[in-house]
């Protein structure tokens, strides 16, 4: 809304002053700008990967926008033009009309639009709403005022318009204002929110200050007026720069919206105001002064880049980039450690990691690479290169108090010039690291310390990100290869329970088939001999029919005992459960000359399980206990209440058990006995496990094996408890 054709000299004096040329080239930079800003924003609204999803009143709003400012711009430069230069400063002068009526209208047409569907998409055109637009039907009359008097200023020749726009925009502006207020009490995001509170603040402001200048400010304060009208011109700009912020920033409406084309407008914003404002300036030092301008600039922008850190660690990766011979061979490195690390999953982790290490130490070129784990790790230390003992030592030992401290930045990682915590700063020092990032996956957590490259330099940004994405991919691999195991593990039991299935029915039939002939062998031996008598010839060979008799019963019990139905769970006394089952074990711990102790507390809470299931895991633990002892051997047995668990332990001094063996020790068929079948143990994990317990096998430093067993506490008991 500023012209400048109000503000000429009385004719016959000088033209311009020179406060007053002053003012022309701020205002030509300015409208300059958000042409140029306006027209990078209509050209991405119009891209169509947005069309099918922007509202059609924000592209108006910005046309509008985009009208007035290029109208007033090009107005602006054709202020002296005659002839065909002064028929196209008419045709500007109908454009920024046409913007200043599409404004408001479209203004309306979004509020509207927002009542209906908030930031949804879009909607199918409504014919009724071009009643909004009949407002640009007043084009008419106002071409005619401004081709009456073409020589007049924009606002002369409309003079008789200003009062009633100025009503009706701050009407639109009041009411717009008050429908985004009324949406943003439940917007579709945070952000959106947010941006429907600026937008509606900034509405309400312009609803006052707009018809405040246009109406009473310009007149009272003559002097002022330039400034107060180029500021009222740019209010839709204003408005422009905050959608397109929310746009790129925070995805607001979802439109694609390339942050290059609005980065390069910018720029070419920026250097249209530098070349309009320090044209006239230039000339004068050079003239006045015989001093170049472009030197100053040269060095006021060299001081910005060392002051501003941002810039400053830009420009190095720019020079890094464009004279560096080894960032091409890196980043081909990275890729193909990239590539390369896809394929070790399911590998163990401890090869995985060394794996990684030395890879990684040779794409970067550092001194070192190095993986310290946690105590809850799966791994020990991997390292790869010039790790020096004291160094090795150092972290290895501080590594938890480190990863500690790492947790607490917000990204997981730090470097040199990044890290804000002193310890990682004192770490990074002390390590010779140039970055020192936490691993969190797949069971393993660890720290990461990647050394420097030869002569003490760092890494590069472009680097430390590479490593940051690389360990994250890493993380990965290790969780997929834990799923994997996992997988074949479960594969693996469904096979056992395919297997257990047949055994099942094998056992079954068996039972049908030989239980009724062994107990008729077994009764026919017993009546020959008592028949026959101990002196017979024959009394060993009836007492060894009858002794194979019972082992094949008992065979037979053992499989039918696999398959058996879960049994019912009760509140049940273990303490009590374990006593009687010691006294009846007793007897063949002194024929066998084992010493058998026993130490169970006596305030021990109920568990959830069937008294015979708890009977029969007693008895095998405590039988395989004594067999394991041997003659004059020793079985401890313990039991107390732990952590809302009832826990026994049965502790013998025998040989022990091998690696091999105690891995597959619960599995069926899996016996360290000549004569054992393999299932005793097997059906004693699954009354256990039944039970909700967990069943365990050790070794013992002082030789032997320990069986533990963990058997929840009745959840009556615990309430009880704790009332």
Known sequence: ?????????????????????????????????ATVFETALLLALTDRRNWSRVPLPIVLLVLGAWLWHA???????????????????????????????????????????????????????????????????????????????????????????????????????????????????????RHAGRFLRQVACILFALAVFEPWVLLYGRTAWPSLAPGMLLMVSLTPAVLAVLFAYFVSQFNVMRLVLERSIVYGMLLLAAWLVHQILFSGLRAQLRDHYRLDLEIVEVL?????????????????????????????????????????????????????????????????????????????????????????????????????????????????????????IPAILDALHD?????????????????????????????????????????????????????????????????????LTLLGLLASSIAHEVKNPLSSIRTIAAVLSETLGPESPHAEDLRLITSEADRLSTSVQQLLAVVRPRPGTGPVQAGMVLDRTLDLVRFVA??????????????????????????????????????????????????????????AWFRDNGPGLSDEVRNRLFQPFVTTKPEGTGLGLFVTSRRVEQCGGEISCESVATGGTCFMVKLPCAASTDASDSL
């Open 71 to 189: 109208g007033s711009l090009t107005h602006l430069a054709l202020t002296d033009a005659t002839g065909a230069g002064a028929t196209v400063r008419g045709c500007c002068s109908l454009a920024m009309a046409g913007g200043l009526l599409l404004i408001p209208s479209a203004m309306l047409h979004g509020l509207i639009r927002l009542t209906r569907t908030g930031l949804a998409c879009r909607l199918q055109p409504d014919p009724r709403h071009g009643l909004l637009y009949l407002p640009l039907l007043l084009l008419l009359p106002i071409g005619a005022d401004l081709l009456r008097a073409p020589q007049a200023s924009f606002l002369q020749a409309l003079d008789r318009w200003i009062a009633p726009y100025a009503v009706w925009l701050a009407i639109v502006n009041v009411l717009t204002a008050v429908g985004m207020l009324r949406l943003q009490e439940d917007p579709p995001s």
């Open 300 to 420: 006021l922008l060299v001081a910005l880049v060392l002051a501003y850190s941002p810039a400053r660690r830009r420009t190095a990766e720019a020079l890094r980039y464009l004279f560096g011979s080894r960032v091409d061979r890196v980043r081909q490195r990275l890729r193909t450690l990239s590539v390369e690390l896809a394929g070790h999953v399911g590998r163990p982790p401890e090869e995985t990691l060394a794996w990684f290490a030395g890879q990684l130490r040779d794409a970067l070129e550092v001194q070192y690479a190095a993986i310290q784990p946690t105590e809850r790790s799966i791994a020990p230390h991997v390292a790869a290169g010039e790790l020096s003992p004291e160094q090795a030592a150092h972290w290895q030992s501080s590594g938890p108090l480190w990863c500690d401290a790492l947790r607490q930045s917000p990204d997981g990682w730090a470097t040199r010039r990044t890290a804000r």
């Open 590 to 647: 002194r024929e066998r000359g084992v010493t058998l102790a026993a130490q169970i507390d006596g305030n021990l809470r109920p568990v959830e399980a069937d008294e015979a299931a708890l009977r029969e895991i007693f008895l095998n633990l405590l039988t395989n206990s004594i067999d394991a002892a041997g003659e004059r051997g020793a079985v401890q047995v313990e039991c107390r209440q732990q952590n809302g668990h009832v826990v």
């Open 1 to 33: 809304m500023v012209d400048l054709a109000e503000k000429k000299p009385p004719v016959g004096g000088p033209r311009y002053t020179e406060s007053m040329v002053s003012f022309l080239q701020i205002e030509l930079a300015c409208l300059a700008a």
């Open 431 to 499: 390590t010779s690291a140039s970055l020192m990032l936490l691993l969190s996956a797949g069971g393993f957590e660890g720290l990461l310390l990647v050394g420097r490259r030869s002569r003490n330099r760092h890494l590069s940004e472009e680097e430390t990100i590479a490593v940051v994405l690389l360990s994250e991919q890493l993380a990965a691999a290790l969780t997929a290869g834990r799923l994997l195991a996992e997988r074949a593990q479960a594969e693996q039991r469904a096979m056992q329970n395919e297997r």
